[in-house]
């Protein structure tokens, strides 16, 4: 994993590898915990697979740092939301950038 951490505003979330064996048994091929604010991730993912795992912890981790109740913001809302947020998390992890063209190579 090219990707030890991802940063958002003033937080850090820790990357770190899910076992095939914690991810089987939790029916998934990752995890945000916010009290820890780790991302685990299951290895030997294909890489589209990796990406889309990857971009939906970083969300989960966008939503527990952000006072915002997204389920009151509407479609509109939502969008601005996650671009806004989106954006300022590839503003401040060039290396995202890296593990996404990676992932998207042909
Ligand atoms: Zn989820």
Redesign the pocket.
């Known amino acids: 994993m090219i990707l030890k951490e991802i940063k958002y505003r003033n937080y850090k979330a820790k990357v770190v590898k899910l076992t095939r064996k914690q991810a089987s048994s939790g029916n998934m091929y990752g995890c945000?915990y916010p009290g820890t604010q780790i991302i685990a991730i299951q290895e030997k993912l294909p890489r589209l697979t990796l990406l889309d795992t990857m971009l939906?912890?970083i969300?989960?981790f966008i939503a527990d740092k952000s006072s915002i109740r997204l389920k009151n913001l509407g479609e509109e809302g939502t969008v601005n939301f996650v671009a806004s947020e989106f954006t300022k998390v590839f503003l401040q992890n060039p290396k995202l950038i890296s593990f996404i063209k990676k992932c998207t190579r042909k």
């Open positions: 945000y939906h912890e969300g989960h």
